[in-house]
């Protein structure tokens, strides 16, 4: 809403009296003063006339790099967890699950509409991978990729392949099924030996090592 309608719902005033209460009254979004029809999201910080209403909450947004080997989870009874390793000292959660044996980009944030914006299938954000399988691939095998296999029950979304070499291809999937590569790979008689997430929509892995991490840009933060 914007804070024309949130003084209106809060006082009780008129569209004519907001307007005034805005010019008469020192009302700060984020500390800056309110101009008229100026948004105001929940998680802006709002005072007015020196009262704190309520205070700003500053997000956080990395770019990590997972190592091979760890589980993407946050629960600590579970063994080589992100929490035993991450070094952030604020909350985050991975957006964008890798299994144990994949690595490569994850997004860690505590922003929940980032999170929701991403992890929808039904939004259709771009993730890409590099796959190296232990056969050679075949103009039919890539072919299939693209199409979409039937795994779950379901065949996954139409995809950008490209062979990368005799044993390796670069893949970008719009949705995110559960071991969802390695499950079209096995579907067409191959394991796949190694796997890594180099992009999530706008965000790439870049120069990062295993481990490494980066702040995103406000650029990335689509």
Do not use: W
Request: hydrophobic share 40%.
């Amino acid at each position: 809403m914007n804070i024309n309608e949130f003084l209106i719902k809060r006082y009780r005033l008129s569209q004519e009296e907001s307007i005034v209460f805005l010019q008469e009254h020192e009302v700060l979004i984020n500390g800056h003063k309110a101009s008229q029809r100026e948004t105001l999201t929940k998680e802006d910080g709002l005072m007015i006339d020196g009262a704190l209403l309520r205070e700003e909450q500053i997000f956080s947004y990395y770019a990590y790099y997972k190592p091979r080997g760890i589980e993407c989870t946050l629960n600590p009874k579970i063994e080589n967890n992100l929490v035993d390793i991450l070094p952030f000292k604020e909350k985050v959660y991975p957006i964008g699950r890798l299994d144990k044996e994949s690595e490569g980009l994850l997004i860690l944030t505590n922003d929940g509409r980032l999170y929701k914006d991403i992890a929808l299938a039904d939004n259709f954000k771009e993730k890409e991978y590099e796959v190296k399988v232990d056969a050679l691939l075949t103009e039919e095998t890539i072919q299939k990729l693209q199409e979409g296999i039937v795994i779950k029950g379901r065949k996954t979304r139409a995809a950008f392949v490209q062979a990368t070499g005799p044993q390796s291809f670069r893949i970008v999937l719009t949705q995110g099924i559960n071991r969802q590569i390695r499950r079209m790979c096995y579907k067409l008689g191959y394991e796949v030996t190694a796997l890594k997430r180099i992009r999530i929509a706008a965000v790439q892995l870049d120069n990062l090592t295993a481990g490494g991490f980066r702040v995103l840009s406000k650029e990335e933060i689509f």
